[in-house]
């Protein structure tokens, strides 16, 4: 077996059984670009192996998706298939799994007119709150994982030919996901653990407030009583630990919906729907962004931030430290699942039920009662960098260094 | 562009505007392979060109389906998911259009226990009966074309090698899809207006019976009052004009379900839900089939025959001449679509409501009346040789050729 085929095989492994942490007789959907087959039918093998009654592939291409943009009707992004409502949320309630295989061009909707994108963004967001719902309260196991596309390669490694950079980011993928040694599964492990070693010590801390300070930011963000740090490993319903991101490196919370004020500025270039949006800076007053500019992906950043009203709110707050693995690597990956990993980081949008304590059980009022943001919509942005202090504020009014220069402080 | 890419091009130009016949505002399902992407997105942009809202693509892999088959529980066979159901029927209600593009190994499913096969026959049978009746009565626009895979490739051509193979599958696919000259689309209404021409002549004649002889052949199979000789275009609900199949050489009705005696002999290899069925022989008795051998492939052609009691039944009787291009080409492609158009056939399973006076609009139980056959299943085979003779029989008994040595005798 030659080193690649060797971690392509321990990647689908982790996938199915730490990320997905396959059961028996489960069913498991998977959404995968179709120019990953190899990756996927080792995912498919393995997850039979380990019990699931069926695998069903939805596969994706690119190109397929950029032609309805450049050529559908306008009322085509309107609407929503009833029938793929109907699929993802059969599969939660039979306790299902649910893969994303994460390959698209960060720049694939580039000159698509906004409009279209928000329809879009709309339509799905509205046709799947129910579902997304329950996944972001852990209803049942999801997980999404990486695979390089022949076009993203080529942003990532610009200098490179199509082949190495192909081959390029298949090793950074590995990289970041963990895919080292003889046993990754148990290298999970290992890493879950001192995930949850700093998410319980930041939970004994009970901060009111968190500060930020580095060049372009200077923001306050509140957190509401009773919120969880969460990191690592997750949940479901029925006790199945899964990681719903592989890699993982953060530890994050919900922020309290109009508790946030000053500014923020961004340091990584956002893939947001296909487009980029580089350079930005959010100004929020009582939670809510009541300016912002962006150097490049204006456009974009507007469609965004008006989704709906909850686009204009936070929905996370993620702690990373600089010297994480991926961001040591120094590899911009304009994909949100490794660049989130690589830098502190927060989300505009849908706030996670399940960083608050008994938020899993809350319905959609009383989530809003207890002061969680709601939002058809959930994107992270990057703001880490080398130079970012952040302080604790406890509740009585004393700081605490939670990061300097970018890493933890204790 | 290469001649390739012309002809590819071509293919799709035939299978938007001749096959499917787009229509402004529809959508239209691709059922498609992941290795024929150049195709799908080829067809996906004619079909907006044409006018369509939306183009979903469900892309199929058969080393994924081949997994199930392999590691599966039981019980997966057992049951066939409702989204998809519903997608189906949501599409055909929603005067959507459809197109199947055929590419699986003709022995994709070798050493799967019959059992398996037949369960999962059974339930995506009896979970699409529905929307396969709105399909046979051409409630909404339906297209089958086909596209090599390596594995058909290599069984199509086992002296070539794999990249070689390819390259002959797509060109006798072309040839077969009548893709020659500058106009194809000018060429597929012309082709279309001489197959009208041969069953408008064979509907004047009311024949009540034809009769079969052949070596291994003496067969009778009766005719309905009341049916229809059709072949060439098919006509939808909205008066949409589109073909079922490219290619499509056959003239073709549905038999009396209990009018066929004697003994018929398989004069090609049929695969059967991924298993070969060669030189094998049905014998009926009051059109069931109670006597049957076959010398490769017996336990499927048992599958096959056990379905529901309509498997027992001819649901198709159809003329192709011996002297048909894809005939002539001497090539066995081991797929029915091409196949079935090579050769005059038969077909065990449901028989086609279009091919009776008022069939389109009677339900189930008319149908059984009129004396159509019903089954869950359909499943073409061919007898046809440069042997074969067919004599008509009328109303009064005396008979005339229809096939003299496999062609046309008038």
Redesign the interface.
Known sequence: MSDFAKKLDQYAEVAVRCGLNIQK?QTLWINAP?HA?EL??LI??KA??AG??????????D??TR??Y????D??FEEY????V??ME?LAHMDGAYLWIASSDPELLKGVPAGRIAAASRSSGKALAKWREMMTADKFTWSIIGAPSPEWAARVFPDLDRKAAVEALWDAIFRAARIVGDDPVQGWRRHDAELQRRRDLLNRKRYKKLHYRAPGTNLTVALPDGHIWCGGSSENEKGTVFFANMPTEEVFTSPLKEGTSGTVTSTMPLSYQGNLIENFTLTFENGRVTDFKAEKGYEALKTLLEVDEGARYLGEVALVPHESPISQSGIVYYNTLYDENASCHLALGNAYAFCLENGKTMGMEERKAAGLNTSITHVDFMIGSGELDIDGEKEDGTLEPIFRKGNWAF
């Open positions: 007789g179709i087959p996927v039918r498919a093998r039979y192996e699931a009654k069926n695998v069903h592939v939805e596969w994706y291409d190109a397929v032609l309805k450049d050529l559908a009707p009322e085509a298939p009833a029938w793929r109907k699929a059969d």
